[in-house]
């Protein structure tokens, strides 16, 4: 089979991230590409992030509790809440798009235009690209963190 994992950092834009991932969506929708083609996200909170209360590092679940702890105070509509919550974690995230194109061998013509399409359209001209192919060094190492990734 011939596996490819493309990597594209957003840094913090994840509003970029978003278009890419509906844009992945539809090709795969539009081309049937069905499992040959599939993507995950991976964030990864900024070490500039803010502590806890405790000196941990702020997480979903601490930035829940923080939350809740004001909403008791002072009731706020839920949807300012999550949109507080998501402009929070976006801007101290780095946000990285992960891509799996997995053709079977006699599809290496269609495997190779996916390799050069992908970076070439809009949303992903913005980010930093890498492409990881089966006999790279690094290959394993990104294949066990996609398959890792939910």
Request: no cysteine; charged share 35%; net charge neutral.
């Amino acid at each position: 089979m011939a596996q490819s994992i493309l990597v594209f950092d957003f840094g913090s834009n994840e509003e970029a991230a978003q278009q890419a991932r509906h844009k992945v969506a539809a090709w795969a929708q539009s081309f049937r590409l069905g499992k040959k083609i599939l993507l995950k996200f991976d964030r990864e909170e900024s070490s500039a992030a803010t502590d806890g209360e405790d000196g941990e590092p702020a997480t979903e679940a601490s930035a829940k509790s923080k939350s809740s702890k004001t909403e008791s105070a002072a009731p706020r509509r839920e949807t300012d809440s999550k949109t507080e919550m998501s402009e929070n974690s976006a801007a101290g995230s780095r946000v990285r798009l992960l891509i799996r194109l997995d053709f079977s061998d006699h599809e290496k013509l269609s495997h190779q235009r996916w390799l050069v399409r992908i970076p070439a359209e809009e949303p992903f001209k913005s980010a930093k690209a890498e492409t990881i192919r089966t006999g790279d060094t690094a290959f394993a190492k990104t294949a066990k963190l996609f398959d890792s990734l939910d």
